[in-house]
């Protein structure tokens, strides 16, 4: 927005145009004036100088935040709109995150974010142009700019499902290995030895402690880990679909399948029926999540249940002391087994 002096109309400059004459990206430009270690003095100088030139002023709504309460935490959700394998796990985390946080006087505020605009704006400049006192990050995915900059913030944030720890940012998660563990005890223990393993993208934290968790819990009954046994998934239906026809394909004396999330199992459980293979007849079926689809399906699922409610209490509940100058921790919550129709 400009103002008009005569005829001419003067456009206050953005860090979109220092970035451009500095020839670097946006979000090295926030990271150089808000003094980053991981920006070289050089480089520092430089945006300095253009910036300068340039009569750069950062807002500043956004300077002044990180001092000032607005009673307002944000909701930060990668890919929301895009992703919807996610929604089912959300709402009783969002629930969770509501009710604990209007109990302390705070309004939770909805932001999604995506990995393009992640490059595009820094983490810190995204939160406090929204006027937030603190964050819940959720989502976020392994290769997204801001899991490294959430880390490095001085906004108090706490991040669901992946173990980031420092100074201004703790985590909440479920005990996604012990998860696994008690899955597969299960299946063994109803005679399966030869057990498949559907998992989600490579991206997120929780496919990658679920695999480990997986290899693990083989390990302890006894039983080898065989790569032919794993298919990579996306956590949506459709993956868990063409997970257990691949799995089958390749692997006909397969009795059993062990998938990371429960969509990918209703996805595999739904093929199975269309294919006339019986469940658990054929073979059984293990989720992970126990979203409310899992009871409701034929035959129920069984299922890893995770806390979800809990867990968006205790993430709100953890920003809270944070902000009232708690150290930032990292909390793991047990699952628990839940046995239902489909083993």
Known sequence: MGFQVGEVILIPTTIKDVAEVAGVSVTTVSRALNGYSDVGEETRRKVQKVAEELNYRPSAVARSLVMKRTKTIGLLISEMMSDKSGHHFTFEVLRGLHDALAKNGYDLIFANTTTAKQRLLSYLDFCTERRFDGVIVMGIRL???????????????????????????????????????LA?????????????????????????????????????CGLPFEPS?????DFSVESGAAGLEALLSANPDLTAVFFASDLMAIGALRWAQQQGIKVPGDVSIVGFDNIELSEYVTPGLTTIHQRRYEMGVTAANSLVAMLEGDMAQGRVLPPDIVIRGTT
């Open 143 to 181: 290769d997204d700019p801001y899991v490294h900059e959430v880390t490095e913030s001085p906004l108090p944030s706490v991040v669901i499902d992946i173990p980031l720890l420092s100074k201004h940012c703790g985590y909440v998660m479920t005990d996604n290995i012990h998860g696994c563990e």
């Open 184 to 220: 597969i005890q299960h299946l063994t223990s109803r005679g399966h030895r030869n057990i498949g393993f559907v998992n989600g993208h490579k991206e997120a934290e929780v496919s990658r402690q679920r695999l480990r968790g997986y290899k693990d819990a083989l390990e302890k």
């Open 229 to 233: 046994l794993v298919y990579e998934g």
